[in-house]
């Protein structure tokens, strides 16, 4: 097979960014993607099997058949996890990752959100710690990863961001009417409501029309394309180029070394099933956090006996995502107006300075509510099930808001990814093995954030509430999984250094969410944006056409 | 003088109603209409299944759970995604039989209302892991897409008061139909 300059493994947020960063500066590209490549019209509207319903299985992979994972409980029991179960911490597998099928929430982190450890001091028993980089270094970063992926909202409404060199692209789309209730609400309270930033068109942009408004959005595809992801924004243009080709359904095995620990390239399946090895001058692998970890872990060889860049026992730690807490109110009037993305408003009040608390989290309403979505959602003394049940349907289903966010989880060492012993998927590739549990400190944020989304909703006119707060006994990932390789400055306490190469190999990158040393209090997607095309524009920049600059 | 209704060709939604109302008739007439036809259950346990579902969402002003097709979705899905819990539903409706005939004397589908509410009231009792099962997927079946055979006519969406199909004109696919994953 001939030999390229960079083969990506993974086509989502990270490696849709990076192949076009270096497509465009002149590198011969093999970007490798596991999943299918689907298109506007797969949305399908199929409210049981799309990515985030999954009761008939995901709608953008991976499939249930032969891609286990196992998921060891806080007794310590191993148990077999299939893709379309909740507790897989699926994202997904296809051409886009993640942005084909997200709700596009697109927020900057905060500056603190870069240096938790010096803001709050790190918890007994916590891994917290500051990134090797900062807010600044990544602001023209965020920048362009917003006006080339395209992101609508307003932070006019907000002290609470840091600077930034200009206002977003695109406006708000219009208020639905849970903003319309909510944000008087905030303003009583003293709070700073704000438009939340999308990767949503709201006016034509990049050659695409806008958001329709319609109830099929968060956890589908978008049947207007107006939902803006990896694969319709970078990923065309990286094709364009010439310089870069699109392996579809082909699944990377092994980071291949030689003898002098450089990368040469990737062995992966082909969509026929056949082993294949692509030969590269460089490596990146973008595959999400579990699956960037489980790739390293499973590069095995004489040098690098315990997975690549493994050396100190790193990869696959700090394993994170969010703690998702919150309140559900009931009002007496009509609260729903099904106009899409439903996702409107947001406080970002409440992501730092609380004394006593290390962070907390924006706090925002829910996305549009599928009727089966419903169902368990009622008042409390609701029965569940017979005819009250059906007429608390009837009586509830437009008269509710949900607000939540997405406490920023502290870290622990524990949370981690390893290899399972014994399970493997249907190529005998070993499956990704998750365990442990994020600080329980975590835990007493997301309380303390229900409770003042509890408050906002009463101060809306909620008649009655249910607070949402869990304290989940598992790490909680999911599709907003960071952390497995993390960035940072010492090689034994971190993965990759702060362009985002191995600290082991120096022609290998991993440059997707794995990176992130805490993954701040906002949805991930637009910093996993921002990273790649800050690591890119540092590997393209090193570039001298067989090598790196010295 | 009233219009000629006769000569007034049926639209296409009066049709689907003069065609539930037929098929509903013919239920009545001889016990189902669609005996032979499951894809998995007995006609024995889709008529037991019926009682289930039926307390689980039973009809007032609109259809309940086997009136808008949840049976078919289950039976559907027990060979399609749902094949792992075939040995569920075999015990648990062969369970739920045997209870009834030893308090009523009885197969569920021919018990009163108040004691079909009695039974199920007991099954969920006694053998939580399957009515919870039986309740999931009579939920899903009810309140989820058409496509999969449940939610007959959108009927639980029009219900909540939504619009069906979501957004007028911009319907690409037919909701009933597509690939039952």
Redesign the interface.
Known sequence: MKRVNAVIVGAGAAGGIVAKQLSTAGLSVVLLERGKWYTANDCRKDDLRNQRTTVLGNAFGPEDEGNPRVIVDANNVPRIILPSEGGYQNNAACVGGGTLSYGAMAWRYMPQDFRMKSTYGAPEGSSLEDWPISYDDLEPYYDKAEYEIGVSGDYSGTPFHGPRSRPLPMPPLPANREFQILEPAAKRLGLHPFHIPMARNSVPYNGRGPCMRCRFCVGFACEVDAKNGSQNTVLPTALATGNCELRIESFAQQVLTDDRGRATGVAYIDANGHLQQQPADIVIVSACAIESARLLLNSKSRLYPSGLGNRYDQVGRNLQGHHYTGAVGYFNFDTYDDVGPGASIAVADYNHGTPGLHGGGAICNEFIRLPIQMVDRLPANTPRWGLAHKQAMRANYKRTIAVMGPTQQIPSADARVTLDPSVTDKWGTPAARISGNVHPHTFDIGLVQAKRAEAWLKEAGAVGTAINAGRPTIVSSGQHQAGTCRMGTDPKASVVDRTCRLHDVDNVFVIDSSVHVTNGGFNPALTIMAVAYFASQSLASNWKGTGFRS | MPPDTKSIPLTRRQFVVAGAIGSAAALIGCKTGREGNWEFFSEDESQTLTVLCD????A?D?PSASQAGVLTYIDR?LK??YRRHQPAYREGLAHTETLSTTHFGQLPAVLTPPQQLELVTAL?QQDPAFFSLV??H???GY???P??GGNRDAV??R?????AP??LG?S??D?EK?SA?
Request: glycine letters at 12%; proline letters at 6%.
């Open positions: 307390q689980i969402i039973p007032d609109y899905q399609r995604h969920a309740r999931t009579t939920m899903e309140y989820g897409s496509r999969h639980s969406w219900m909540l008061g939504l619009g979501p957004v911009r690409q696919y909701l597509g994953s």
